[in-house]
Every structure is written in structure tokens, then in C-alpha cells.
């Protein structure tokens, strides 16, 4: 599944290993295996061995799974290191990270092909997101917006968070990255988390981190292309198509390669169950 049609990002704890299969046929495009914030410190080392267990138990799973290691700063990022070089996990959750060098050790410890998603949850990660958006091996940002929060002292509401995602959607564009992840809603309530990834979606966002199965539909929900935006993509793809190659006309409107490619994604998106 090309990286811009994975949509939903389910986080589960790495210690609670009863709840990965749920997790698993949740339906989310990716199941986020956490060794940081849902783990206890004097839970990391018994969560690392669990994981460990689960990825050799499933081999024909772990190309959904990302692993959300601690970050630098942390006691426990040189082991999750080398605990993540020992199991050759094959995509990392990178978070609170800061520098494009943070990204290269950890890659350098996976296996070839092997991908990095660094979350961005601090002004230093802001400052830094275009050389981490082109650092190799990262396939994707995602935005750690609680975390951000703390780190500026702004509320939910402030219009700090909407320049930082503004930043991170920019970053990831320009790098040619698919577009990024938005953070976690804490509420559960569906109208809450369709609103949540509705504004994401407005500001260059095109999937988020969900922390329950509940929250899955609704972000569905908010990106599902509308009728009228399915009945246009139809339309230029067949105008395109009967035209052969070379900008087009339609509806008065120019149609060159990048409108063709958006709407070949709202066709794929539309597909979706």
C-alpha cells in the first residue's frame, strides 16, 4: 500500500502484549508498538522482551508494525538501539527528535530498507524538520502535538500549533514525503476526532495517530473523499486519458500532471472501505 493511502496509526502498549492481536485487526493501516510513553520505566526492559516474542511469533505481520522506541535523551534509547538492531525492526517511531543525526543512528542499526518516522514535539524538532524531512530513510513526519504543547506552553487552541503543523506539511512536501501524521486526540468522542483530523487535513495532514480502535472510523470519516470530489477525479482522469499526454482543459481549468496525481488519490482513497 503506497505510504500517502496509509491513513490510520494505532498505538497499543509494548507490555501489554493480550491486546496486539485487537490491535492488528482493528483495521488500522499500521499498529504502533510503544516501548515509551505507555510503558512504564520499570516495564521497558520485561516490554522489550514481549515485542521480541510477538515479532518472531508473526513474521507475516511486522511490515504493518512501527516500533515507537524512547527517545534521545532518554536512559533507555541506547537500548532500545540495540534492542531494535537484535530484531531487525524494519520501521522505528523516532521520538522527540531534534536533528537528522538522531535519525541516522537509529537507522543505522535496523536492517536495509528499513525506515525511520521521527515524530516532531519540540520547537528544536521545528526548527530542525526540513533536514529531518530529508534525512535518509525517513518515509514519512509525524507530529507529536501534546507533546509540543508542553514544550511551548500553549494550550490546545493556540494558533502556535497551527504553524508548527503548517511547518512539518511544508517540510514533508518539499522533501517529497508522504503527507504527514497528525497527533493524538485524548478524547474518544467520534465528532471530536473527525474534527480533530478535519483541521489536520486542512493544514496538509493526510492520516493520524489513533490511542483506542474506537477512534479509526472517524478519522475515516474525515478524509473520505466526498461524492462531488470522486465525480470531479473521474472526470479528469478520463479527460486525461483521452488526451494522451500534455496539459489539458477542463472546466476552464488547466489539468497538468500534479492534478491528475491528486486526483488519482482521492480515486484511490474512494476505494477504501
Not at 470531479?232 to 477542463?250: F, K, N, P, T
Request: glycine share 6%.
Amino acid at each position: 500500500m503506497p505510504t500517502d493511502t496509509l491513513l490510520t496509526y494505532l498505538f497499543v502498549p509494548g507490555d501489554r502484549p493480550e491486546r496486539f492481536a485487537k490491535a492488528m485487526a482493528s483495521g488500522a493501516d499500521r499498529v504502533i508498538i510503544d516501548l515509551e510513553d505507555a510503558v512504564a520505566p520499570a516495564s521497558k526492559a520485561a516490554a522489550r522482551s514481549i515485542i521480541a516474542e510477538w515479532l518472531q511469533s508473526n513474521r507475516d505481520q511486522v511490515d504493518k508494525v512501527l516500533i515507537r522506541i524512547n527517545d534521545a535523551a532518554t536512559a533507555w534509547h541506547a537500548g532500545d538501539l540495540a534492542w531494535a538492531q537484535a530484531v531487525q525492526a524494519r520501521c522505528v517511531m523516532l521520538p522527540k527528535c531534534e536533528a537528522a543525526d538522531q535519525v541516522a543512528a537509529v537507522l543505522a542499526c535496523l536492517p536495509p530498507r528499513a525506515s525511520v518516522v521521527p515524530l516532531i514535539e519540540s520547537a528544536r524538532g521545528l526548527v530542525a524538520v526540513h533536514d529531518i524531512a530529508n534525512a535518509t530513510g525517513v518515509t514519512r513526519l509525524a507530529f507529536g502535538s501534546l507533546d509540543y504543547m508542553v514544550d511551548m506552553a500553549v494550550d490546545s487552541g493556540s494558533l502556535a500549533l497551527d504553524y508548527a503543523a503548517t511547518q512539518i506539511a511544508v517540510a514533508s512536501r518539499a522533501a517529497g514525503l508522504a503527507s504527514p501524521i497528525a497527533g493524538v486526540t485524548p478524547d474518544l468522542d467520534p465528532a471530536r476526532v473527525t474534527a480533530d483530523m478535519r483541521q489536520a487535513k486542512s493544514l496538509g495532514f493526510g492520516a493520524k495517530m489513533c490511542i483506542h480502535p474506537t477512534q479509526l472510523a472517524a478519522v475515516l470519516a474525515a478524509l473520505a473523499p466526498t461524492a462531488a470530489e470522486v465525480a470531479w477525479a473521474e472526470r479528469v482522469i478520463q479527460a486525461w486519458a483521452a488526451s494522451g499526454s500534455g496539459a489539458i482543459q477542463l472546466d476552464g481549468k488547466m489539468v497538468d500532471r500534479p492534478v491528475v496525481l491528486k486526483a488519482e488519490r482521492i480515486m484511490l482513497l474512494a476505494s477504501r472501505p
